[in-house]
């Protein structure tokens, strides 16, 4: 069957993935066993103490960490059997990426550093729909500004729209409001929110937020490397 | 200043992690200039404590064409041993073949050698080499003659008229470097002074020169000997050399090399301060924290600097040391190559004066290019520091910084000019430098604006590669500047030896004569004229009577070295030819006055090279005086022509109107063009019909300065190869303190969806931008210098080598692809997750 984002199955698929990551004291068990399906078009929050695994359960989703064992199948796409470029070409296709800390490119303006995922699609007008995107996020007036000529609610909406202007099947937020102060944060995620609807893209959050967890259709809840919690909220 | 040396001494516990590259910008540049000092120190020491053992003698007289009186002989010989030495060129014949070459011929008494021993293979004792044995004298030579005349030990060859019979070849001959013309056309031969009687070689006019060795009684009135020797003969006519100054030309030769080694080390120096300056600069971008919270609590912008002052200093010592170290024990590291290159034992040892020397430059480059950022991080305000971490170090710093700034750099020009074997040259390498230095400033500040302006130009990959370029911080400017130094060096280097090369090699061999035979007698010229001009394949001759003489009076005043500029001194320093001339020989240009004509019979006028008379002082209307075979001939200046040394013509500088000199015993100097084919036919009837003759192959002449150009090329790429090591350095540096920043972009644009291959199309796109403006830069500054140096100084014509400028430009652009994409591959192979977490 195919849903509307032209994807057979779910968006994310999770079975049995494990993640031991080596540190100096040895061996780490981050993931011990996930079993995870997300329909597309699905809001979920991951919510869960610091070191429980949702920023690499998060990480295995956007093909930017490699499961140990298990499978992981995002946006019709086996993960495990796309070597470093193959992934880069499906985060391109599929992917919109919110860091807690921007993750800006310091050298490239506001437009610049929004228009590089759809100049790497080598979709044409790059910049009209990053002057756009920006647009969306309310930034039309700094779109020369660079990273560090803007403030940290300013540099999260570019990264925002820089998430959201390849229009990708699936937008992965990890704690985009980490660093922002209560009101910035929340006028980030509503725009986040809004951003979604209007793509009608999957969205998957972490946040350490209840309150904003709870504005997602779904919640996981993950506890020690295993999902502790999976409910549909109120 | 104990505050500031506490914080210090603390803050230097981190080590010296970050300072690699200013250790080695520092080592290399004071190692190449304490090792250029060390050797030079070695060698001259060599030349001094062996004066007597070079020269032959305590002092040693020398005469031109000329021998002693018996009253002079008498009087050299009341106070000291005297050993005469006959020098001259010949040609040498072997029997039993047909083979014949030119000898440089050294011709001694009983008493030779004074100083030193004559080292010989058989070892044989003096008294039996050079006797007399039947028909034929003894003799010993190089075993380069043997192997031209294809003869063995106990082989005969025949000079003039007189026989020889080799006994033995030369292992060693003391007092080469002595009584040596600067150039060797011939292989050396030996053989009793008694013998040239035999020769018939000596004739009026030939080219002979007469050394008088003297082994004093007492060694220590050297001075006292030297005084009566003036006093007793005023008028005499030769020249007096002493042990203290055994080889004028030798001590010239590493006092000229030595500057240009000490200058290019100086260089390599400068290139390395830039890295110095970088150093610092990314040093203190990684304490801006330690630096902004001893603001917070109290620490003055003076203490501070102290306190950052004195931990590069001393990581600066570290560096100076290190550099001391290699170049200090250099001598001893290159002692059997210095054995085998010399005529003269260096003494290997450690000599303070040079190392002083580089410590001297190596310290003032230091704090030249590290006061500048250290003040520019102090003077901020603490809450700016925590902020806008680039920009900090950008702009100029408090008056009374930025002047020791530039006090500091004027002080290492004066240093490298006052030190200066020739200050001329070094205020035009002090010129030079700044202006080079200028203009890749400007070239970096273009570069960064074009790349600017350029904006948006392209895709993202070359968008991200001009950005790279001008956004701040950007290493563009000082990697331009230690590159482009580095390979101006090269290419002025590669584009000067190219000329030379092409003119000994390709130009001069087309223009010049096969043959140059000198010593044709006045009663030889006919039927010379008629032997050479009857061989087949002869097509031109010119002849011209030759003298030699020596200035010894500029408009009636004695002629006084220090009454004239330097450029004109070694005129004085020796004899000159001297020639004649009617009518103005074909080729000739006056630039001034006019030529006489060919009926002149008035006063001796004189005509004389426009490059000579600008050296004298001297212009049209002044007088010049020659000695010539002991007569002084006083000359009105009538016009100056335009010499071209390196046409290989006949070339004289002073060339006198008919009358007193037609009549005076000369030779002549003949150049002959053939066929290339028949030359030989022409040397062969010339040696059979004129055995006093001697031919000089100009093929072989050209193979001499070709060899001798060809190993200083070797010395002077090397020296060129450490300043490219400075420059290669300081931009490994600059792109070391790039590279987290790099490797971050590359990251980020990997989770955004680029390959691996499009990032580092943009890395390529960066730094072959960067390589390739730079080495642009660098071959057009490098051409104008090598221009200025080969029509202005050697007065050449200047021919552009591409190639040698395609090499610049491959190595640059090889260099900064190699050093940008080093790490950056493996970075971008890893996982992207470690560098994007949220810690």
Redesign the interface.
């Known amino acids: 069957m195919k849903d509307d984002n032209g994807i057979r199955g779910p968006m994310v698929l999770l079975n049995d993935v494990e993640l031991k990551l080596d540190s100096e004291a040895g061996s780490v068990n981050i993931l011990k066993g996930i079993n995870l399906e997300i329909a597309a078009g699905e809001t979920v929050s991951v919510v869960g103490p610091s070191g429980s695994g949702k920023?690499?359960m998060m990480?295995l989703i956007?093909g930017?960490?490699?499961q140990t064992s298990g499978k992981v199948e995002v946006a019709g796409h086996d993960l495990a059997s796309l070597d470093?470029?193959g992934l880069?070409?499906?985060?391109?296709?599929n992917i919109g990426?919110v860091?807690?800390?921007f993750?800006?490119?310091?050298?490239?303006n506001a437009m610049?550093n929004v228009?590089?995922?759809v100049?790497?699609?080598g979709i044409d007008n790059a910049?009209d729909r990053a002057r756009a995107a920006l647009g969306s996020v309310g930034l039309d007036q700094r779109l020369t500004h660079y990273p560090?000529q803007l403030s940290g609610g300013e540099q999260q909406r570019v990264a925002l729209a820089?998430a959201i202007v390849a229009q990708p099947r699936l937008i992965l937020a990890?704690?985009p409001t980490?660093n922002l102060d209560g009101s910035t944060g929340e006028s980030v995620i509503d725009l986040l929110f809004s951003l979604r609807a209007d793509h009608g893209a999957t969205l998957m959050l972490i946040t350490h937020n209840p309150a904003l967890a709870e504005r997602c259709g779904r919640l996981i809840d993950l506890q020690d490397g295993l999902i502790g919690a999976d409910r549909v909220t109120a | 200043m104990i505050n500031a040396w506490r914080i210090a001494r603390r803050e230097l516990r981190g080590g010296v992690r970050g300072f690699r590259v200013f250790l080695a910008c520092l080592a290399l540049g004071v190692a190449a200039i304490a090792a250029v000092g060390s050797i030079a120190s070695s060698v001259i020491a060599g030349l001094e404590e062996d004066g007597a053992i070079l020269l032959g003698g305590d002092a040693a007289l020398r005469m031109t064409h000329r021998d002693i009186s018996a009253d002079e002989r008498a009087w050299l010989g009341r106070s000291a041993d005297v050993s005469r030495v006959v020098y001259l060129r010949s040609m040498a014949r072997a029997i039993g073949n047909d083979k014949r070459s030119l000898v440089e011929m050294k011709m001694v008494d009983g008493a030779y050698p004074l100083y030193g021993a004559l080292e010989t293979t058989p070892p044989i004792a003096a008294a039996d080499l050079f006797t007399r044995r039947g028909d034929a004298w003894g003799a010993v030579a190089d075993t380069a003659l043997l192997r031209r005349l294809g003869i063995e030990i106990g082989g005969r060859l025949k000079i003039g008229d007189a026989i020889y019979e080799i006994r033995g070849t030369i292992d060693r001959e003391p007092d080469r470097v002595s009584g040596a013309r600067a150039l060797q056309l011939g292989p050396r031969f030996m053989a009793s002074a008694a013998s040239v009687a035999d020769s018939g070689l000596v004739q009026p006019g030939s080219q002979v020169w007469y050394f008088y060795r003297i082994r004093l009684n007492e060694p220590a009135a050297l001075d006292s000997w030297k005084t009566d020797l003036d006093d007793t003969f005023p008028d005499a006519q030769w020249s007096v050399q002493d042990r203290s100054n055994a080889s004028p030309i030798i001590k010239r030769f590493i006092d000229r090399t030595t500057l240009f080694m000490t200058l290019v080390g100086l260089t390599a120096l400068l290139v390395g301060g830039v890295g110095v300056g970088n150093a610092v600069r990314d040093f203190l971008a990684g304490k801006i924290q330690t630096i902004a919270t001893l603001k917070c609590i109290g620490a003055s912008s003076g203490l501070i600097f102290g306190a950052y002052l004195i931990q590069v200093m001393v990581m600066a010592a570290a560096g100076i040391a290190i550099g001391l170290l290699i170049g200090g024990l250099a001598p001893a590291a290159l002692a059997d190559l210095l054995r085998d290159a010399l005529p003269l034992v260096a003494r290997i040892g450690i000599y303070t004066q040079p190392l002083i020397l580089a410590t001297a430059f190596g310290v003032l480059t230091a704090l030249a290019f590290s006061i500048w950022p250290i003040a520019r991080a102090c003077d901020l305000p603490a809450a700016a520091l925590f902020r806008?971490s680039i920009a900090r170090f950008r702009g100029v710093p408090r008056w009374p910084f930025a002047a020791a700034t530039v006090l500091l750099l004027a002080a290492l020009a004066v240093l490298a000019v006052e030190t200066a074997f020739s200050r001329p040259i070094a205020m035009w390498f002090v010129g030079g430098s700044a202006a080079a230095m200028a203009l890749f400033g400007i070239a970096g500040i273009l570069i960064a604006r074009a790349a600017k302006l350029a904006g948006?130009a392209g895709?993202?990959g070359l968008?991200?590669a001009l950005?790279?370029l001008h956004?701040q911080g950007a290493p563009t400017g000082s990697v331009v500047m230690s590159l482009g130094l580095g390979l101006t060096v090269l290419v002025t280097v590669a584009l000067i030896e190219a000329n030379l090369g092409r003119q000994i090699t390709k130009s001069l061999p087309q223009r010049a004569p096969g043959y140059f035979f000198i010593d044709i007698q006045n009663d030889q010229v006919a039927a010379f004229e008629k032997t050479v001009s009857g061989v087949d394949g002869f097509r031109e001759m010119r002849r011209t009577p030759m003298l030699r003489g020596r200035i010894t009076r500029l408009n009636g005043e004695t002629a006084k070295a220090e009454n004239i500029a330097e450029r004109g001194r070694w005129m004085l320093r020796g004899d000159r030819g001297v020639t004649w001339a009617r009518g103005l020989p074909e080729g000739e240009k006056i630039v001034a006055g006019t030529w006489w004509s060919d009926s002149y019979t008035g006063p001796q006028l004189v005509s004389l090279s426009a490059n000579a008379a600008a050296g004298l002082g001297v212009g049209i209307g002044d007088t010049i005086t020659v000695n010539i075979l002991g007569r002084n001939i006083t000359g009105k200046i009538a016009n100056l022509r335009d010499v071209r040394w390196g046409t290989l013509r006949m070339n004289f500088i002073f060339m006198f109107s008919p009358g007193l000199l037609e009549n005076a015993p000369q030779t002549h100097l003949a150049t002959v063009h053939a066929d290339p084919a028949r030359e030989a036919a022409i040397e062969t009837a010339v040696a059979a019909a004129f055995p006093n003759v001697t031919t000089i192959r100009v093929y072989d002449v050209l193979e001499t300065v070709n060899g001798f150009l060809g190993r200083l090329g070797l010395a002077i790429r090397l020296a060129a190869g450490i300043a490219i090591v400075a420059g290669i350095l300081v931009l490994a540096g600059a792109v070391a303190a790039g590279h987290r920043?790099r490797v971050y972009?590359s990251v980020?644009?990997?989770?955004?969806?680029?390959?691996?291959?499009?990032i580092m199309g943009t890395l390529l796109l960066e730094y072959g931008l960067l390589g390739l403006v730079t080495a642009l830069v660098a071959s057009v500054i490098g051409t104008i210098a090598a221009w200025a140096v080969v029509t202005e100084v050697m007065r050449f014509q200047f021919s552009f080598d591409p190639l040698a400028v395609a090499t610049a430009v491959v190595i640059a652009v090889a260099v900064t692809l190699a050093l940008g994409f080093y790490g950056t591959w493996r970075a971008?192979?890893q996982?992207?997750?470690p560098l994007?977490?949220?810690e």
């Open positions: 920023t690499s990480m956007g930017l960490e490699r470093e470029d880069a070409r499906f985060r391109r296709d990426i860091f807690q800390n993750h800006l490119i310091p050298t490239m610049e228009a590089i995922p100049e790497l699609a910049f560090g820089r990890d704690e980490g | 806008d948006r895709g993202t968008r991200l950005a790279n956004r920043r972009d980020v644009l990997k989770v955004l969806g680029a390959t691996r291959r499009r971008l192979g996982k992207a997750a994007l977490r949220n």
